[in-house]
């Protein structure tokens, strides 16, 4: 895929993710930071499915915004095909590990197996 | 002590603050933060998921960020936030050639136009920003 392509992607997924994230800090705050955070008030908000998908498209954005940062990053030190090969395909699989992970968590709980 | 080159200098050279300006500076918070962020997020998920072991394995785990020391980490991690936003803003509209002035025949003293008063109050406003929303923090969280 062409770097100018990646960077619109990298820049989309930052505007969406920062008014998403946005309303997750929100809802911490209207219900109180601690009360927030107790197991009973966690559980009703991943049962709720719009705030359940709500982090999920949380997750896939962030996951593809910071790890492609990442390789940015690990690319601006160092450069040669075989390393960037290497670094490109390491973010892509860590990309797919974190949003496995993350919606095994939000799935389990808002469909109750758990 | 031998004269390096000081394109060279690898790492150290591109983390390397004091040369250029504010500008150098907020390349480098930029990724600071990226990287702090990015670690949060993957501790973050790992957090979230001990709500699978029940109210006890969660509570468990939320003692652990309910400290001083976990407080604080969240405000740094506030700070980071608001600071990557705003500057990332900031360079998304750079990039779109908002804001980085006209284009002109390079005399000298060879003024970057880009790196002009807005880009740098821009810079100046996600600091700032930063450290407000960082306080904003702390007293929400050491004020329950």
């Not at chain 2, 979230?48 to 394995?57: A, D, E, H, P, R």
């Amino acid at each position: 895929m062409r770097e100018s392509i990646i960077m619109k992607i990298h820049y989309g997924t930052a505007l969406a993710a920062v008014a998403l994230v946005a309303v997750h800090i929100l809802m911490r705050l209207t219900q109180g930071f601690a009360e927030s955070l107790q197991y009973d008030s966690v559980i009703t908000n991943y049962k709720f499915l719009p705030y359940a998908g709500m982090l999920e498209i949380i997750l896939i954005l962030l996951s593809i915004h910071g790890f492609n940062g990442l390789r940015v990053i690990l690319l601006e030190l160092k450069q040669g095909r075989a390393y960037e090969k290497a670094v490109s395909y390491g973010c892509i699989v860590a990309i797919i590990a974190l949003i496995v992970y993350g919606s095994r968590t939000i799935i389990m709980v808002n469909t109750g197996m758990m | 002590m031998t004269n390096q080159d000081e394109h060279k200098e690898g790492i150290g050279g591109m983390i390397n603050p004091r040369r250029y300006g504010v500008e150098r500076v907020a390349y480098l918070l930029m990724r600071l933060s990226g990287l702090g962020l990015l670690a949060y997020f993957i501790g973050h998920i790992y957090e979230t998921s001990t709500i699978l072991k029940g109210q006890v394995g969660w509570n468990e785990f939320l003692e652990l960020t309910q400290t001083n020391a976990g407080h604080a980490i969240l405000a740094i991690v506030i700070a980071m936030c608001v600071f990557h936003t705003v500057n990332g803003i900031r360079v998304m509209l750079g990039h779109g050639g908002i804001g980085v002035g006209k284009p002109a025949r390079p005399d000298y003293p060879y003024t970057p136009a880009s790196q002009n008063i807005r880009h740098k109050i821009g810079i100046y406003s996600a600091i700032i920003l930063a450290a407000i929303a960082m306080m904003y923090g702390l007293t929400v969280m050491f004020g329950e």
